[in-house]
């Protein structure tokens, strides 16, 4: 897959996030976002721009890249997937959401379908572990997974049907969650559920059984 | 006392998430409070509400606001950490899906208060479905005039910048997120100077958790002795429990402090299928683990100290008796490998070698006297290395010894999938009840 280029424009909106900062190098990690979405991975070109728009050596630039896990430096697919397999999700069935996955697309840890549809990667603890097992796509959440959803998720997304995630919007691809982790807003925040039922639980049983916060002066 | 709904209360009403509705039930009044007092009488409340920061430590926020020097002719900074990595930990992300003005306005309260009129919160970079409902809370507030310029015309301007990592659990360290905000590798930075003198951009600067921050309103709102009357005198107040694991109904529980996790766990509907708990560790993979005989203890930072671990996160992992505690563990020492960050040679390289030896545990060939090592390795990590990942690292094996020896023993002959079968252990398992 041919990686795209990198055009005025793009430095225009790299510029745009450097001028949010005091100090403009503090926008690196949110211009190596930008790069990813662009690019689909940080490549030696993405580096040197990066490099450029803050006056850092590409050594510098390169430097930083490699340090954070979410940056690749080889082209992801249109869709990144990834497994939590820290202890809590493995254990209630992370483990075997992983083997499905590899099995089902014949591709291991940071790689890539040949038909550069799919990307996957064993993640770390998702601060989700109260809808274990978890899931993500695109860094959308797919909560409390099992292997029969994940076939479907999968079949869903090689054929382009609408897939919601639990917490998050509508899938479309990583290049867009990494336009938004970048810093520009997709304005999609009233297109994700309201509280789930794990979000919810202590609140339902507080409200079952009488329970309150203390009343105080203010009222909330 | 029991739960104690105040950031979850309105959690059940539509676009809870929205300015709308967070100003329904007084959003922003403990601002326009605030902003009629002093810096110093809002440092003076919180202080006086003994708040202790909600990420991990305990650290008592007031305090923490007042060490910032004043009229030194420096910017000041505060940081929002929302970086929630810690393996149990996710209490953080749906605070901030559900519930972001709370967090927006402790951030401008704060600000204020240690004369700080630039923000930041660090959100970890693989949420966007929170950091989506943080941006448009921003948006909202400066809409409203309630960030930016001048803000209800008490002269007091705030600019807060949502900010994004990149997927690294150490970048959570206080430092480590320091240097990463300032466009670095994530590496914790020697202490002292600590961040209060010298830290964004060598200034000023005061970290915070974010479900600390997203407390703060209501005890300006409500006032110290109000959120003193819940909890204990070393530690008031409510907190967001997040109880996970092999419980019925796993969820967010906002509970006084001093709540006793059988109390949380009968909340949370008590263990599926019936089973009985096996092990359990109340905040975060960095504490050490208990078991069911400490299920009484008190949810207080003293009361889980005496009992040998901490509070840490508040955030309950709970493992039923299918469980392999050998696994468990062999896995959370992969995350500590896999995050450490590299800087000192203790963290990196005996996290290496503690992995490697557990696997062998993993699949009943360990030696009975690596049991030895291991545990040499982990004194040599722990109160030897830069920062607390270290001593994180080194914390689940000797736990799990304490209680659990017997089953490191077995696992020098039998494979731990053959003790305790992973079909068992997972939730929607269809293979046999017992
Ligand atoms: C390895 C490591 C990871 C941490 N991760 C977090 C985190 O994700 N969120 C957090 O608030 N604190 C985290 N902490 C604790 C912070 O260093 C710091 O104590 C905290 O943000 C202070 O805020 P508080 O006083 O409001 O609790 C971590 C500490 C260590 C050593
Ligand atoms: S203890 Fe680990 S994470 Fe901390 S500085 Fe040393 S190598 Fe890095
Ligand atoms: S262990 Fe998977 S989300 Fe926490």
Same mark, same amino acid.
């Given at each position: 897959?041919?990686?795209?280029?990198?055009?005025?424009?793009?430095?225009?909106?790299?510029?745009?996030?450097?001028?949010?900062?005091?100090?403009?190098?503090?926008?690196?990690?949110?211009?190596?976002?930008?790069?990813?979405?662009?690019?689909?991975?940080?490549?030696?070109?993405?580096?040197?721009?990066?490099?450029?728009?803050?006056?850092?050596?590409?050594?510098?630039?390169?430097?930083?890249?490699?340090?954070?896990?979410?940056?690749?430096?080889?082209?992801?697919?249109?869709?990144?997937?990834?497994?939590?397999?820290?202890?809590?999700?493995?254990?209630?069935?992370?483990?075997?959401?992983?083997?499905?996955?590899?099995?089902?697309?014949?591709?291991?840890?940071?790689?890539?379908?040949?038909?550069?549809?799919?990307?996957?990667?064993?993640?770390?603890?998702?601060?989700?572990?109260?809808?274990?097992?978890?899931?993500?796509?695109?860094?959308?959440?797919?909560?409390?997974?099992?292997?029969?959803?994940?076939?479907?998720?999968?079949?869903?997304?090689?054929?382009?049907?609408?897939?919601?995630?639990?917490?998050?919007?509508?899938?479309?691809?990583?290049?867009?969650?990494?336009?938004?982790?970048?810093?520009?807003?997709?304005?999609?925040?009233?297109?994700?559920?309201?509280?789930?039922?794990?979000?919810?639980?202590?609140?339902?049983?507080?409200?079952?059984?009488?329970?309150?916060?203390?009343?105080?002066?203010?009222?909330? | 006392?029991?739960?104690?709904?105040?950031?979850?209360?309105?959690?059940?009403?539509?676009?809870?998430?929205?300015?709308?509705?967070?100003?329904?039930?007084?959003?922003?009044?403990?601002?326009?409070?605030?902003?009629?007092?002093?810096?110093?009488?809002?440092?003076?409340?919180?202080?006086? =509400?003994?708040?202790?920061?909600?990420?991990?430590?305990?650290?008592?926020?007031?305090?923490?606001? =007042?060490?910032?020097?004043?009229?030194?002719?420096?910017?000041?900074? +505060?940081?929002?950490?929302?970086?929630?990595?810690?393996?149990?930990?996710?209490?953080?992300?749906?605070?901030?899906?559900?519930?972001?003005?709370?967090?927006?306005?402790?951030?401008?309260?704060?600000?204020?208060?240690?004369?700080?009129?630039?923000?930041?919160?660090?959100?970890?970079?693989?949420?966007?479905?929170?950091?989506?409902?943080?941006?448009?809370?921003?948006?909202?507030?400066?809409?409203?005039?309630?960030?930016?310029?001048?803000?209800?015309?008490?002269?007091?301007?705030?600019?807060?910048?949502?900010?994004?990592?990149?997927?690294?659990?150490?970048?959570?360290?206080?430092?480590?997120? +320091?240097?990463?905000?300032?466009?670095?590798?994530?590496?914790?930075?020697?202490?002292?100077?600590?961040?209060?003198?010298?830290?964004?951009?060598?200034?000023?600067?005061?970290?915070?958790?974010?479900?600390?921050?997203?407390?703060?309103?209501?005890?300006?709102?409500?006032?110290?002795?109000?959120?003193?009357?819940?909890?204990?005198?070393? =530690?008031?107040?409510?907190? +967001?429990?997040?109880?996970?694991?092999?419980?019925?109904?796993?969820?967010?529980?906002?509970?006084?402090?001093?709540?006793?996790?059988?109390?949380?766990?009968?909340?949370?509907?008590?263990?599926?299928?019936?089973?009985?708990?096996?092990?359990?560790?109340?905040?975060?993979?960095?504490?050490?683990?208990?078991?069911?005989?400490?299920?009484?203890?008190?949810?207080?930072?003293?009361?889980?100290?005496?009992?040998?671990?901490?509070?840490?996160?508040?955030?309950?992992?709970?493992?039923?008796?299918?469980?392999?505690?050998?696994?468990?563990?062999?896995?959370?020492?992969?995350?500590?490998?896999?995050?450490?960050?590299?800087?000192?040679?203790?963290?990196?390289?005996?996290?290496?070698?503690?992995?490697?030896?557990?696997?062998?545990?993993?699949?009943?060939?360990?030696?009975?006297?690596?049991?030895?090592?291991?545990?040499?390795?982990?004194?040599?990590?722990?109160?030897?290395?830069?920062?607390?990942?270290?001593?994180?690292?080194?914390?689940?094996?000797?736990?799990?010894?304490?209680?659990?020896?017997?089953?490191?023993?077995?696992?020098?002959?039998?494979?731990?999938?053959?003790?305790?079968?992973?079909?068992?252990?997972?939730?929607?398992?269809?293979?046999?009840?017992?």
């Amino acid at each position: 897959m041919s990686v795209k280029e990198i055009t005025a424009e793009h430095i225009e909106e790299l510029e745009v996030l450097a001028a949010k900062y005091p100090v403009r190098r503090s926008a690196l990690l949110p211009m190596l976002h930008y790069v990813q979405s662009v690019q689909g991975m940080v490549s030696p070109k993405g580096i040197q721009t990066c490099a450029t728009v803050l006056d850092l050596t590409p050594a510098e630039v390169a430097a930083v890249a490699t340090f954070y896990t979410m940056f690749k430096r080889f082209p992801m697919g249109k869709h990144h997937i990834g497994v939590c397999i820290n202890t809590l999700c493995a254990l209630l069935g992370g483990d075997d959401l992983w083997k499905e996955l590899t099995e089902t697309l014949g591709i291991g840890h940071d790689e890539t379908t040949s038909d550069s549809m799919f990307t996957i990667e064993r993640i770390e603890c998702q601060a989700a572990c109260t809808v274990a097992p978890v899931m993500t796509v695109n860094w959308e959440f797919m909560d409390s997974m099992d292997p029969a959803k994940l076939k479907e998720l999968i079949e869903k997304l090689k054929t382009g049907a609408p897939v919601q995630s639990t917490r998050g919007t509508l899938i479309t691809s990583i290049s867009d969650s990494e336009r938004l982790l970048a810093g520009f807003n997709d304005g999609k925040v009233n297109d994700s559920p309201d509280a789930d039922d794990s979000m919810l639980a202590g609140l339902r049983v507080a409200k079952e059984r009488n329970m309150t916060a203390p009343i105080g002066k203010g009222v909330r | 006392m029991g739960l104690t709904p105040v950031l979850t209360a309105h959690w059940d009403e539509p676009k809870s998430f929205d300015i709308e509705n967070y100003q329904k039930h007084a959003g922003y009044v403990a601002l326009t409070n605030s902003l009629k007092m002093t810096p110093d009488e809002v440092i003076g409340v919180v202080k006086d =509400s003994g708040l202790r920061g909600r990420g991990g430590a305990g650290f008592p926020t007031g305090l923490k606001w =007042s060490f910032v020097p004043q009229n030194d002719g420096k910017p000041h900074y +505060l940081v929002v950490n929302a970086d929630e990595s810690e393996p149990g930990a996710c209490k953080d992300i749906p605070l901030m899906l559900a519930n972001p003005h709370s967090l927006v306005e402790g951030v401008a309260i704060a600000a204020y208060a240690i004369r700080a009129n630039h923000a930041f919160i660090y959100i970890r970079g693989e949420v966007p479905h929170a950091i989506r409902r943080v941006m448009n809370a921003v948006e909202q507030a400066y809409a409203q005039g309630l960030l930016g310029k001048n803000i209800k015309n008490s002269g007091f301007d705030l600019d807060v910048v949502v900010h994004t990592g990149a997927g690294a659990y150490i970048c959570g360290e206080e430092t480590a997120l +320091l240097d990463s905000l300032e466009g670095r590798r994530g590496q914790p930075r020697l202490k002292p100077p600590f961040p209060a003198v010298a830290g964004l951009y060598a200034s000023p600067t005061v970290v915070n958790n974010a479900e600390t921050l997203a407390s703060v309103p209501s005890i300006i709102l409500n006032g110290a002795d109000w959120f003193k009357s819940m909890g204990t005198e070393k =530690s008031p107040g409510f907190k +967001l429990f997040a109880v996970s694991g092999h419980v019925k109904r796993p969820g967010i529980y906002e509970a006084a402090l001093g709540t006793p996790m059988s109390e949380l766990l009968d909340y949370a509907g008590g263990m599926k299928q019936g089973r009985d708990l096996k092990f359990w560790i109340p905040g975060g993979s960095s504490v050490p683990m208990l078991t069911p005989e400490h299920i009484d203890i008190p949810m207080t930072y003293e009361d889980l100290a005496a009992a040998g671990t901490m509070l840490g996160t508040g955030t309950p992992m709970m493992f039923d008796k299918t469980t392999s505690v050998v696994k468990a563990v062999s896995r959370w020492l992969e995350f500590y490998k896999h995050e450490s960050c590299g800087k000192c040679t203790p963290c990196r390289e005996g996290t290496y070698w503690i992995t490697g030896v557990l696997e062998k545990f993993e699949h009943g060939v360990g030696k009975e006297h690596e049991l030895e090592l291991i545990n040499d390795i982990c004194g040599q990590i722990a109160g030897r290395s830069f920062c607390a990942l270290g001593d994180a690292a080194a914390t689940p094996f000797p736990g799990a010894m304490k209680y659990f020896a017997s089953e490191f023993e077995e696992a020098t002959r039998k494979p731990v999938d053959v003790s305790f079968p992973p079909e068992r252990t997972k939730i929607f398992s269809t293979v046999g009840v017992m």
